[in-house]
């Protein structure tokens, strides 16, 4: 097939999409004003779609330390780990994360994405069983094609299928290696990881999680669902993401096991990347201390959370099945996910729009993410413009979203700024508006 | 045992549960092009595969299928592996 073809055949699949409204990979936010507003053509818009679930990306603690790791250390090492690549600050932060997870051992990657890909496909080798969670991420996906191991999906959190294939596997020679993750991306819920460390303990496979959404929001000390859940002797691999709560970029992986060590010198994805430049790796080592010091940050999460998916399920949308950072709507089809995508935009609201076949059971989703950063007026806002635009696109009953324009204050559809940087002294729901603010949509 | 030519069949029945409108399954259906389904759902069709047949499908083993002779025989070769 020609590039032409290829060219053709996406057009084919995607245009008529494009077609109704914007091209979501091509979206450009001008400014962005806070860890929950920016500038999206022309207009202020609140953030409902960054996974800046503790608004770190604009701590000043954070902004300091990078700010003076560029001074010390310059923009970017222009190396890998394995060349010139690897500083004191790099395996500075290895210890921070090691030590924040109460673990021996910790490898940083690039990205969350190379974090998966270099773990699973190191670890899990020739002769290797890998078992993965039906709804598991691409990166994870991706691991496995690179991974020379067996690959064994098991039903989306389903702890009795993940038993069947590990007993059918029993007597044969190669490790077993369960990959599952905390808080799934598309729908928010998470897996039942008692029970899957259960079945892991009773086939004597490896654990391994993927805490991506979940660290930072799970947990009293925010290690993620591992801690929430009282499993983490179990988990023998914990990966993770700096893009999310952390709020730079980056990724890890974690154990008590000290094999962990053979990925700096078998991980492709490891030894043949670019390291993370000087910023970024004093800014994600500040986080973990903010991370593990700010309990409140979570508390405010789960507040925002909640008022956010009772407010869209008192609307009468359809939503994920839990309460969670990621508040899912699901809508009966592409079509019109597209055109509720695009509504939301042009009433300054922006989330994530996924469609199958990136979504589990063909689902068209509106995927939002909740900020400890946001206020309470912003995500008042934002369910006002998912009843409106709902009501209008009649997704869902006039009634519910006339009950909440009238129990709304006069002149409630306004933006405020969101001030939260994730410090103490900030607190959302509190945070005044401003007068630079106060545009009207 | 089962034979070829019966798990093919059990396919067909069982595909032809998750496709809309009259399409007339055949060995040479093509299933994700045919049917309608996309990859991920095709995907957890091979679930209720691995029920009926009491197996394990490993990802790679249904990399290259595309009709539903060649999932058959994919299927087949299993249940004869783990007989």
């Known amino acids: 097939m020609s590039i032409e073809e290829k060219a053709q055949a996406v057009q084919k699949a995607f245009g008529a999409l494009k077609a109704l409204g914007r091209d979501p990979t091509r979206l450009e936010f001008e400014e962005v004003i806070s860890p929950t507003e920016a500038m999206l053509e022309g207009r202020r818009t609140i953030l409902l779609g960054t996974n800046n679930y503790l608004g770190m990306t604009f701590d000043a603690d954070c902004v300091a330390e990078a700010k003076a790791a560029i001074d010390r250390f310059g923009t970017g090492t222009t190396g890998s780990r394995i060349a010139n690549g690897t500083y004191g600050l790099h395996k500075a932060l290895e210890a921070r994360v090691a030590s924040f997870y109460g673990k021996k051992c910790a490898v940083v990657f690039s990205t969350g994405y190379a974090a998966n890909l270099g773990s699973i496909s190191a670890l899990a080798q020739q002769g290797d069983y890998l078992l993965i969670d039906a709804d598991s991420h691409a990166s994870i996906y991706d691991a496995c094609k690179l991974s020379s191991a067996e690959v064994i999906r098991f039903r989306h959190n389903d702890p009795e299928d993940l038993a069947r294939k590990l007993a059918r596997l029993e007597g044969k020679p190669g490790d077993k290696l369960v990959v599952t993750e905390g808080i799934y991306s598309m729908l928010g819920d998470t897996a039942p990881l008692k029970e899957i460390a259960e079945v892991k303990r009773r086939y004597g496979a490896y654990l391994m999680v993927d805490e991506a959404h979940s660290l930072g929001t799970l947990g009293a000390l925010g290690r993620g669902l591992c801690e929430q859940a009282d499993v983490e002797a179990e988990c023998d691999f914990i990966v993770g993401t700096f893009s999310k709560s952390v709020g730079t970029v980056g990724g890890f992986c974690v154990s008590d096991h000290e094999g962990v060590e053979i990925l700096r010198s078998i991980s492709r994805p490891y030894m043949f990347t670019a390291s993370l430049p000087p910023a970024v790796i004093a800014a994600a080592r500040q986080s973990f201390d903010q991370i593990e010091a700010r309990p409140d940050l979570r508390e405010q999460l789960w507040r925002n959370a909640r008022t956010f998916y009772d407010g869209l399920e008192a609307l009468g949308f359809d939503l994920g099945p839990e309460v969670s950072p990621v508040v899912a709507v699901k809508l009966p089809g592409k079509e019109t996910a597209v055109r509720f995508w695009n509504a939301l935009i042009e009433n300054g609201v922006y989330t994530n729009i996924a469609i199958p076949p990136s979504t589990p059971n063909a689902l068209s989703l509106l995927r939002s993410s909740i900020s400890a950063a946001h206020t309470r007026e912003q995500i008042a806002d934002a369910l006002d413009v998912f009843a409106r635009v709902g009501a209008e696109m009649e997704l869902i009953p006039a009634n519910k979203a006339d009950r909440r324009r009238l129990a709304a204050p006069q002149g409630a559809l306004r933006i405020v700024t969101g001030g939260a940087t994730g410090r103490a002294d900030a607190e959302p729901a509190a945070t005044p508006r401003s007068e630079k603010a106060a545009v009207k949509r | ?83």
Do not use: W, Y
Request: aromatic content about 4%; overall charge negative; cysteine-free.
């Open chain 2, 1 to 83: 045992m089962a034979t070829l030519e019966s798990v093919q069949n059990d396919i067909i029945r069982l595909l032809g549960a998750k496709v809309e409108g009259d399409l007339a399954l055949t060995a040479d259906t093509n299933i994700v092009a045919d049917t309608g389904l996309d990859s991920v759902s095709v995907m957890d069709f091979v679930f209720e595969l691995e029920d009926e047949f009491g197996i394990t499908v490993p990802l790679d083993r249904i990399s290259d299928v595309k009709t539903v002779r060649q999932l058959a025989e994919t299927v087949h070769g299993l249940i004869l592996e783990n007989a």
